[in-house]
Structures are given as structure tokens and as C-alpha cells.
């Protein structure tokens, strides 16, 4: 795995704290959005059982990892982790030890084989079990649960933000894939597709902007295939997106992911309608080769996706940001196809991507059909070559932007300068200037002046 990309997975690691409730839980999250979003249901449920966070490991009287199974370096992760907190638990013989998520669906009993001091596993439609499944671990037996749903989307659940800006938030619109991507674990880990009621989606978001939120980002795997339906009403993502953005102008929406087989004219007209829905689409490409793609059942090929980027600019206009997923090295790939997906970066010039080498996933419809016989050299290689195009890209879109002004929300201070705050543009780009009396939460209109590849800086112009 690259270097860069280890630095954006080490990022997603988040310490949560909350005080409330006598016993202390420490939770740990790792992998997408969507186990971020999980952990903070997961904290909700667990508060109303008399658990307050903290983030001191070593007063823990529960520690919980909310895991994830995306690619085999995700789990080599958690496995070190568990053995460091291992020590813990010789020092506090009363502590419990958890696995949530993805890598508990995966492994299931498994888990409790292979690392021995795991008292509790328990998957992604199971936490509303926790408190049962700790009565039982706290009656001397090992307890799991990683029943999948069909229904279950914790929509009556008020999560507790963890980690949180007060200005941002996520908010969960559906659970589980039902695509069946060759090289991916999500539809074993999370199970079957379902959307959550659209009015409780609203309500979640109306109750962040009335407590001084300022944009959400609506989840999903796949968000463009939303659907809710009753006898009388029915909801597709457009409509959904449209009744958050009325909620009010002065509450950002984004969302993601979307997959370029589902993205809708629908939602880029909508998108173009409302100022508060970003101009910013998490398209993940996978890979520019149209024969790779069939291979990886991705559903659409170059020409459909290079289309679709076609249409987000006609629609939206050049100055949408747009940001892909790429894998390096999938079954199969020669040399011409990795230079298939070069030259698709070239043509789109993406913003911003996450890229990784091919990790075989046990079980998934690649493991069983096709050969994982890409050297590992050759993956390497390949993902170094997309990083270093992507690097040149995202300094040239930024380049861009220097001398526009956007209008930014302000997320906080600086990390590297007390005296400077930073928010996002529109486009999703990271951007840095002078605080002057400005706090965050509020909008401010900031002319960039300079810029790197990851960063935009600039000067509030009143
Ligand atoms: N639902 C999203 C993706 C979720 S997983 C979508 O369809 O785009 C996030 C990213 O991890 C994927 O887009 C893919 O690029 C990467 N990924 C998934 N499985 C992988 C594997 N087995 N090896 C390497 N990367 C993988
Ligand atoms: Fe995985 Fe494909 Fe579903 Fe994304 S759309 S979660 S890559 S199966
Ligand atoms: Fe990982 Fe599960 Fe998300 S496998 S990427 S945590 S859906």
C-alpha cells in the first residue's frame, strides 16, 4: 500500500468522546463514512444503556472497534490493534473487548477462534443487540450476533456525533449494496440494499441545522439507487436531495457515493437548482479499461463513464469537483489496460482520488473466478504511476483556483496556525486564511491566492 494512500486511512482513525452514564466505552472506527456514521448510532444505543465515551483507553470498562474488511491491510490494522489492547485487559480484568462492523460480518465466530481476548462480535444490523449481547458477556460467555437485515436502518436512532466540528455531519439515507462488484466485500459485510424513510432523513437533518449544523453529507454505497416506496409516497435520491437542500440555504448537502451505472440527469439538475447542494461527485472509476470493468462487473464501460463526466460538466458546468476510486492491478490487467486508466485520468483531470492496489478478498465472486495474478511489483508500480498522475492533477485543478472567489464554510482553525482558519469551497477543496473576527459555522467569501496539491489558500474579502 502507498504511502498516500496510508496517510488518508490513517486519517479516517478517530478517538470519540462523550461524557454521560457511569461505565466508559472507547470506540475506535476505521474504513468508510459509513462505520463513522455507525459508531455514533452504536454510542446512542449504548448511552441509553448507561455508557458515557471517553477517550482515554485505559479507563475503558468497554473498548470497541468498528471494523472494516475492505482490503486485507484494513484487517492486518485491527489485528495489531487488538493485540496492543490486549495488554488492557491483563491490567483490567473486568474490561470487555469488541469487534463491530465489517470484519465481524466477514469472520463471524471466527474471530473469537483466532483472537482469543474478543468477547463480543457483532455486525453492521446487530447493534441494537448490544445491550443483550453484553448481559451475556457479562454472565461469563462469549457473545455474537451477525444476523443481516433486511429492514433494519436504525432511522428511529438519534446518533450522538462523535468526533464532531459541530459543522458537519453524515447522515446514513440507506444500508447494504446490492451491486456485485467482482473484487468487493461490502455486499457480504453489510448485506442486502435498503433505504431508509426519507421524512426521518429530513428530520435528522432539519434537527442538525436548529442545533447550528451547517452541511450535511448524505451515505449510502451507492446513493443514486435511494429508494423509498409505501402505498402512497415515493422517493428517488433527486427528491430526497431536493427536500434536505429546502430545508435551508444556508444548510450545505453533499453526498456519496454515487455509481456512474445510476447517477441520474435527475440529480445533476437538481444539483444545479439548489446553491446549497455542493458541485462536488464521488464518481469511483475502478479503472479506465472497458474489458477490466466487464471483468470487475462494474456495469457500464469507458465510454459510459467518460459520458457521464461529459454530462456532469454540460449539466453542472467545468468547475464541479469530481473524485474517483481507482484499483491497480485487478485480475488480469495488462500493461495496456493500466495505461487505459492513465489516460482516463488524463481526459477527466480529476480533483481529487483514492487509489489502491488489488487486495483478493476471500469469497467474493473475483476470489472464486478469476487469478489474483498481477505481481505484486507490477501493482505497486501501477499505483505509483496513478498516484503521481493524480498529484499533477489535483496541483493543476487547484491552480485553477486561484484568483476566484468562493464562498467557504468554515469548519475551524488551522491545523498547522492558530491564526488562520480553514473550510471547504463548494468543490469539496480544503482552503486556509486569516481568521480576522470570523468563526466557524459561519460563510465567508475567500479569494485563493496560492495553492498546493492538497490545499487552496487565501484572504476573506468582506
Ligand atoms: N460503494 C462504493 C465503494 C465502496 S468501497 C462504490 O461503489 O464506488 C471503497 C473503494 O474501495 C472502492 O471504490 C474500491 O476502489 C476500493 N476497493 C473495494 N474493494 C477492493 C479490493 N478488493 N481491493 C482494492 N480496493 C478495493
Ligand atoms: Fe462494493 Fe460495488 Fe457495492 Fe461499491 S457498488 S459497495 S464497490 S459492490
Ligand atoms: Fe470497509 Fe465496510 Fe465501509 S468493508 S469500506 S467499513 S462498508
Known amino acids: 500500500m502507498s504511502h498516500l494512500t496510508e496517510e488518508v486511512e490513517e486519517a479516517k482513525i478517530t478517538v470519540n468522546e462523550f461524557v454521560n452514564g457511569t461505565k466508559k466505552l472507547y470506540i475506535e472506527s476505521y474504513g468508510c ?6 459508531s455514533e448510532v ?5 448511552r ?23 482490503r486485507d491491510n484494513a484487517e492486518q490494522r485491527v489485528r495489531n490493534r487488538l493485540s496492543i489492547l490486549n495488554s488492557n485487559k491483563r491490567r483490567n480484568p473486568g474490561l470487555k473487548i469488541g469487534v463491530l462492523g465489517c470484519m465481524a460480518e466477514r469472520l463471524k465466530t471466527q ?5 482469543k481476548m474478543v468477547d463480543l462480535v457483532v455486525g453492521p444490523d446487530a447493534y441494537r443487540d448490544l445491550p443483550n449481547l453484553l448481559q451475556e458477556v457479562d454472565e461469563g460467555h462469549k457473545a455474537v450476533n ?14 450522538i456525533r462523535l468526533d464532531s466540528n459541530g459543522v458537519s455531519a453524515f447522515i446514513s439515507i440507506m444500508r447494504g449494496c446490492n451491486n456485485m462488484c467482482s473484487f468487493c466485500v461490502v455486499p457480504f459485510t453489510r448485506g442486502r440494499e435498503r433505504s431508509r424513510d426519507p421524512h426521518s432523513v429530513e428530520k435528522e437533518a432539519r434537527e442538525l441545522f436548529e442545533q447550528g449544523y451547517r452541511e450535511v453529507t448524505l451515505l449510502g454505497q451507492n446513493v443514486d439507487s435511494y429508494n423509498w416506496k409505501t402505498e402512497t409516497e415515493s422517493f428517488n435520491f433527486a427528491q430526497l436531495l431536493e427536500t434536505v437542500a429546502l430545508i435551508s440555504p444556508d444548510l450545505r448537502v453533499r453526498f456519496s ?3 456512474p451505472k445510476d447517477i441520474t440527469d435527475d440529480v445533476l439538475y437538481t444539483m444545479k437548482k439548489y446553491d446549497n447542494i455542493c458541485n462536488y461527485i464521488h464518481l469511483p472509476a475502478q479503472s479506465g479499461s472497458s474489458r477490466i470493468l466487464q471483468l470487475m462487473n462494474r456495469t457500464y464501460d469507458r465510454e459510459w463513464y467518460l459520458g457521464k463526466i461529459d454530462r456532469i460538466r454540460e449539466i453542472i ?14 485480475c488480469t490487467e495488462t500493461e495496456e489496460d ?15 482520488g483514492y487509489m489502491f492496489f488489488y487486495s483478493e478478498r476471500p469469497g467474493t465472486p473475483a476470489a472464486k473466478k478469476l487469478k489474483d495474478d498481477v505481481s505484486e511489483e507490477d501493482k505497486k508500480r501501477r499505483l505509483n504511476e496513478i498516484i503521481a498522475k493524480q498529484q499533477e492533477h489535483s496541483l493543476l485543478r487547484n491552480q485553477q483556483a486561484v484568483g476566484k472567489i468562493y464562498k467557504i464554510l468554515i469548519e475551524g482553525e488551522s491545523k498547522r496556525s492558530a491564526d488562520d482558519l480553514c473550510g471547504r469551497n463548494d468543490q469539496n477543496k480544503m482552503v486556509v486564511f486569516p481568521r480576522k473576527h470570523y468563526r466557524k459555522g459561519q460563510y465567508v467569501n475567500v479569494k485563493v491566492t496560492s495553492c498546493s496539491a492538497a490545499t487552496l489558500k487565501g484572504e476573506i474579502v468582506d
Open 33 to 38: 463514512q459509513m462505520n463513522f456514521a455507525d
Open 42 to 46: 452504536v454510542a446512542s444505543i449504548l
Open 48 to 70: 441509553n444503556n448507561g455508557y458515557s465515551t471517553t477517550s482515554d483507553v485505559v479507563e475503558a470498562d468497554l473498548i470497541l472497534l468498528n471494523t472494516c474488511a475492505i
Open 111 to 115: 474471530f473469537l477462534e483466532e483472537e
Open 146 to 159: 451477525v444476523f443481516l437485515s433486511r429492514e433494519e436502518t436504525y432511522a428511529d436512532i438519534t446518533p
Open 257 to 259: 457515493t454515487s455509481h
Open 317 to 330: 458546468g467545468e468547475d464541479c469537483g469530481i473524485s474517483h476510486d481507482l484499483i491497480a492491478g485487478f
Open 338 to 352: 493500466h495505461q487505459d486508466t492513465l489516460s482516463l485520468m488524463d481526459y477527466v483531470q480529476f480533483d481529487y
